[in-house]
């Protein structure tokens, strides 16, 4: 039977790391007086984000449990003719799930927090920031407006833009976070330009009233073109989620990102902000489902991601990097899913991709902390042997990513490969290869890391820089010990979260796989056209539960394709070392396009940035200087003080040559009547 929730717990849920956030970040800093110290800071903090865990962890049990819903308007901001700007919660399962995601990562980076940020003088500043960002995230995922949802978007944008340049003193810093930040204003632009057009056809920003007026969206076309306006908008919208959740080309930012704090790359740019975007059109499936055209838009946008942005993991080597380049492929595997109406498959993906990425980058945090701060890769080897904690959970956490039958990540992740195969759109053949390739691509840049990091050779007393350590040089020296030759295990806080992380990344997708793709948990969440796009029918046609799923994969073409780029890592980088080093000789014209990241970077600094820049100066030149303080501003007064100039010689003050005016106006006047009555 369903229940409904109650809104004061649901308000609890984000108001509790707000709390936190104002807390710490007014009393605990030089803006309230330093009021509170580092321990009650990130005591508060925690402890915000830990009763919105457990109330969300409630959430989600009335939900699956006691089929609790909850659907209203809390506050009403605004009403401008028959359009109503509210704040609201929908809670279903969508909902219910994506908050507890999000409530547990969070509560394992602040606690990682503890450890790995303990001597930083911006201490209170991030776990204000951390928790800020758990509150915007969460009104994000449980709006049920359109407004509500683009304040959270925003939310979660600006936190990001505090958080990559967190370390204000690093130029590197400084101009990621304002890459990010423009970039972000791209997808912003499509994102705004499709909440306009729903607001002007159906009159209202409530999910629940939108919906009942697609069927009158699909009808109509954009005034002015052939252009079907349901397309447009979806369209509009997906520009939206490319710029949030790093699709290509707006992908840019993502990478660079990883110039801020590691906790945040685990948050922020693994496990949440990121997937906002696929949140958002999984949201919007009842919108999506009506047009192919977007449909196979997404398709084509996802392929590009998951297969071009695996390949520059390849040739990265910082650790951190390739965690990165990672979850941009990954989340192009979630975009393809969406593509293909498996929305919930791309949600399912979405959540165990959040707890196995999250791990991988505290894991690396922990590496580069035991690593007294350097990152790369090429100058580590044997870790395994000082870090065992560290090494184990890392090990889990790369075996879910390269979808290791029975862990996490191959229930949600092969269940994407056989939506695309199962997909009926042009685009799905193209999506299929580029997936299945992508197996191989994932496994084997997922194991170089592995083995470069944890095996073979140490390697780290040879490192040309010691001390050098990218992106996290402004940490603090408190992990270094007297002995700075051998790594050495990180703080029971920073390896706690590991473990708990390291949990899930195992186990829940084998207790999900059936309810969340094949059993009720999204029904009237998710809708999918079945006749038109029958890939989830065909998923559960051939589903047999989650044992039998993990079984017949020993026999598929992903398995093997998972193999080979596991043993072929370890050939290239344990048995031959030196083949990399040939091929790379060998192949030098694609490893420089890889190294210049496909000169994307320099296509937008070089043509777009210099071309904006040109724009902006001729503008300036020619229409601010020229026309409108040379024509219209100075002309203005110089052609008043040419006519005053004028003026002032016909005033003589004579009396007899105004006579003389007077005179010839009156001779002048007569003519002219004579003349007029001829």
């Known amino acids: ?86 704040v609201g919660f929908l809670i279903d399962s969508l909902t219910a799930m994506m908050m507890c995601v999000v409530t547990f990562v969070s509560l394992m980076v602040h606690i990682y927090t503890i450890g790995y940020m303990q001597e930083d003088e911006g201490y209170n500043r991030f776990f204000s920031y951390i928790s800020l960002f758990t509150f915007s995230m969460l009104m994000l995922v449980m709006s049920n407006n359109l407004l509500q949802l683009f304040f959270g978007w925003e939310g979660v944008g600006l936190v990001s833009y505090l958080l990559i340049g967190f370390w204000y003193n690093k130029p590197t810093a400084t101009f990621a976070n304002m890459k990010a930040f423009l970039v972000n204003r791209i997808g912003d632009f499509g994102f705004i330009l499709g909440i306009g057009l729903v607001a002007a056809y159906t009159g209202t920003l409530n999910y629940a009233e939108i919906f009942a007026k697609s069927g009158q969206l699909s009808a109509l076309t954009l005034p002015g073109t052939d252009w079907m306006l349901i397309t447009v908008i979806c369209i509009c919208f997906f520009i939206g989620a490319m710029a949030k959740s790093a699709q290509f080309p707006l992908h840019v930012w993502l990478p660079d990102s990883m110039e801020g704090p590691t906790p945040i790359s685990a948050l922020i740019h693994a496990a949440t902000m990121v997937t906002a975007g696929i949140f958002l059109v999984a949201r919007m499936s009842p919108l999506f489902e009506l047009s192919d055209t977007a449909l196979n838009f997404i398709l084509i946008i996802g392929t590009i ?32 899913a969406l593509g293909a109406s498996a929305y919930s498959v791309a949600v399912f993906h979405l959540m165990t991709h959040a707890f196995f990425k999250a791990l991988l980058f505290l894991a690396a945090g922990s590496v580069i902390i035991g690593m007294h701060h350097n990152q790369d890769i090429r100058w580590m080897g044997r870790v395994r042997k000082y870090m065992p904690i560290t090494w184990i959970t890392f090990l889990l956490g790369s075996l879910a990513l390269i979808a290791t039958p029975l862990f996490s990540g191959f229930y949600s992740k092969d269940s994407i490969i056989l939506a695309v195969e199962a997909s009926n759109l042009p685009a799905a053949k193209l999506a299929y290869f580029a997936v299945l390739a992508g197996v191989f691509v994932t496994a ?56 708990l992380l390291a949990i899930p990344s195992v186990v829940i997708g084998y207790f999900t796989v059936q309810p969340m793709l094949f059993g009720d948990f999204f029904k009237d969440v998710i809708f999918v056209d079945a006749a038109k796009h029958p890939a989830m029918a065909e998923l559960a046609h051939h589903f047999h539960g989650p044992v039998a799923m993990a079984l017949h994969a020993f026999s598929s073409v992903p398995f093997w394709l998972a193999v080979a780029g596991v043993a072929m890592s370890y050939y290239m980088y344990m048995v031959n070392p030196a083949l990399p080093t040939a ?10 396009l890889l190294e210049n990241k496909y000169y994307l970077d320099w296509f937008n600094e070089n043509v777009l940035a210099r071309g904006a820049r040109g724009l902006g100066i001729g503008l300036w030149k020619v229409g601010d200087q020229t026309v409108i303080d040379g024509l219209f501003v100075n002309g203005s007064w110089k052609l008043v003080g040419w006519v005053a100039g004028v003026m002032r010689r016909l005033q003589t003050g004579y009396i007899y040559h105004y006579a003389l005016a007077m005179i010839l106006g009156i001779f002048v006047l007569m003519t002219y009547f004579v003349w007029l009555n001829k």
């Open 1 to 86: 039977m369903s229940q409904t929730l109650s809104a004061s717990t649901l308000l609890a849920v984000p108001l509790a790391p707000l709390v936190g956030a104002l807390l710490a970040g007014i009393f605990g800093t030089a803006l309230g007086g330093n009021l509170i110290g580092r321990r009650l800071s990130h005591t508060v903090t925690i402890l915000g984000v830990f009763i919105a865990f457990v109330l969300s962890a409630l959430t989600l049990k009335s939900v699956v449990l006691d089929g609790a819903r909850f659907s209203e308007t809390l506050y009403t901001w605004m009403v401008v003719g028959d359009l109503k700007m509210e």
């Open 305 to 336: 991601t998951a297969l071009f942005m695996g390949f520059l993991g390849i040739i990265q080597n910082d650790i951190k990097r390739v965690i990165a380049y990672s979850t941009l492929s990954q989340l192009g595997y979630m975009t393809v």
């Open 444 to 499: 084997f840049y997922s194991f170089r890391l592995y083995f470069l990091v944890f095996h073979g050779k140490e390697r780290y007393d040879q490192n040309p820089e010691p001390h050098h350590h990218a992106a996290d040089e402004e940490v603090d020296s408190h992990h270094d010990d007297s002995d700075h030759s051998k790594p050495h295990e990180s703080p029971w806080v920073v390896t706690l979260p590991l473990v």
């Open 583 to 592: 091929i790379k000789r060998n192949f030098s014209p694609i490893f420089t």
